[in-house]
């Protein structure tokens, strides 16, 4: 074998920006989700992309996320808490660019959708913003928000309000076909991909 061993050490000493494209290469691909939040109904819209969305469980039907620490100002985790919802929009692969490009600082008073040019719509029951242009849009309402004290980062776990896409893209089992809605994923901070489906396979028994 071939392979080179970094250690923990050889990590830690690792220049800064190397460190952290390797750390979050290793952990392979994510989901690429641009989450919604204002400061009130179409008041302050806030848009980030976010690379961290992971299920947390079915029924209560949760979903988490981890957001990075608050060594700068964090406007959708401040609106998060201040509002108690947000959305989740899973991001296309023909405007990877515009949701690469809300990662950017702008000012609070800046809305992310009029710089990249992606649509609000909001739904009649739900407060946050979602992107028109995603094909599957979650509203979520907060769970709970639990620190992480290794880095000082927090995981807000949401519950799922409403799941807005087209129907047809479900099985008869209920599973949603991503690869079909066109949907991308991440690896690493700035790296996108279109995920084809290899296989499928029935339960796993012993």
Request: a neutral charge; one cysteine or more.
């Amino acid at each position: 074998m071939t392979d080179h061993c970094f250690s923990a050490t050889d990590i830690d000493a690792m220049e800064p920006r190397y460190r952290a494209n390797l750390v979050n290469s290793v952990s392979g691909f994510k989901s690429a989700s641009v989450v919604g939040t204002s400061q009130g109904r179409s008041y302050l819209e806030n848009l980030a992309i976010v690379s961290s969305v992971v299920h947390v469980g079915a029924h209560p039907p949760l979903i988490g996320m981890v957001m990075r620490p608050h060594t700068v100002v964090r406007d959708t985790l401040h609106n998060i808490k201040t509002t108690g919802c947000y959305t989740l929009n899973q991001v296309h692969c023909d405007w990877t660019k515009q949701a690469h490009q809300t990662s950017a600082r702008y000012p609070t008073e800046v809305s992310e959708f009029q710089a990249t040019g992606l649509t609000p719509w909001y739904s009649k029951a739900f407060d946050a913003p979602f992107v028109n242009e995603s094909p599957l849009k979650l509203a979520m309402k907060v769970e709970s928000i639990l620190p992480i004290t290794a880095n000082n980062t927090e995981f807000v776990i949401g519950r799922i309000h409403q799941v807005w896409i087209n129907k047809e893209k479900i099985s008869e089992q209920g599973q949603v076909d991503l690869s079909e809605l066109g949907i991308a994923c991440i690896s690493g901070l700035d790296t996108y991909h279109k995920p084809e489906r290899v296989a499928r396979f029935a339960y796993a028994k012993p």
